[in-house]
Nanobody, 127 residues
Framework: QVQLVESGGGLVQAGGSLRLSCAASGRTFSTYAMGWFRQGPGKEREFVAGMRWIGSSVYYADYADSVKGRFTISGDNAKNMVYLQMNSLKPEDTAVYYC?????????????????WGQGTQVTVSS
């Protein structure tokens, strides 16, 4: 069982930055693939970024094309934390952002493959 708690959302102007954090419980944190997803008003939940540990402090990362070069996912295995650094934010990045964990350890872009979800944190980017 894994519990996820996101934080760091808020209101920011276009071009600004935010850093989201996801605190995970559970002693097998490093066996999970972790993902960030978002859901804007009237839209389906979409993949933003994900990571899979390949060592104690090394991981493979994947990004949606819409955020590549602007967002960076990172993790701290010792602290059971995952982060999403968001730079050059745009109004279209406005959404509720969710942290998710895949119990199978497989990094995918498909929400239904993730077993555990946080409650979400709102990110609003004003123009």
């Amino acid at each position: 069982q894994v519990q996820l708690v996101e934080s760091g959302g808020g209101l920011v102007q276009a071009g600004g930055s935010l850093r989201l954090s996801c605190a995970a419980s559970g002693r097998t944190f490093s066996t999970y693939a972790m993902g960030w997803f978002r859901q804007g008003p009237g839209k389906e939940r979409e993949f933003v970024a994900g990571m899979r540990w390949i060592g104690s402090s090394v991981y493979y990362a994947d990004y949606a094309d819409s955020v590549k070069g602007r967002f960076t996912i990172s993790g701290d295995n010792a602290k059971n934390m995952v982060y999403l650094q968001m730079n050059s934010l745009k109004p279209e990045d406005t959404a509720v952002y969710y942290c998710a964990a895949s119990g199978g350890g497989v990094l995918t872009r498909t929400p239904r493959t993730y077993t555990y979800w946080g409650q979400g944190t709102q990110v609003t980017v004003s123009s």
